[in-house]
């Protein structure tokens, strides 16, 4: 089996639309292609890309960690801090919430504030900034 320019092994080929897709959409355009006899990969590879923009921490406290205080921790606030973690390794950048336990979506199963901190290796705080935090 040939492999991608990333040295990974690709996905099999779709040869037919009874595989999951994302959305029906997706599962459409397979059907099209392969009534086209068309060989195609879904999902095949992953690509890396940076995300431009500025953060500005809401607190830099003496001991050279920033907080940022958050109400709601909507999509792009999650995408952005991941971003800056990811690019800035050397920063500590912890979150203090007006409610750590606030769910990130109205789904059933959705994860809280804390958890989705705890997952991506931020510390968490929970209204109040600690005192063992100020340095």
Not at 100 to 123: L, P, Q, T, V
Request: glycine share 4%.
């Amino acid at each position: 089996m040939k492999h991608n320019k990333q040295g990974q092994e690709p996905h099999r080929l779709m040869t037919s639309t009874s595989n999951k897709y994302r959305s029906k959409f997706e599962a459409s355009i397979a059907a099209t292609l392969h009534a086209k006899n068309v060989a195609f990969t879904y999902e095949s590879i992953r690509l890396d890309y940076t995300l431009e923009g500025t953060y500005v921490p809401d607190f830099i406290l003496p001991s050279g960690v920033l907080v940022e205080a958050k109400g709601h921790l909507r999509t792009e606030d999650r995408r952005k801090l991941r971003a800056v973690k990811t690019q800035h390794p050397h920063l500590d950048i912890r979150l203090c919430f007006q409610n750590a336990n606030e769910k990130i979506s109205k789904k059933k199963n959705s994860m809280r504030y804390h958890e989705w901190c705890d997952r991506n290796g931020f510390k968490w705080c929970h209204k109040v900034i600690p005192a063992d935090w100020y340095g």
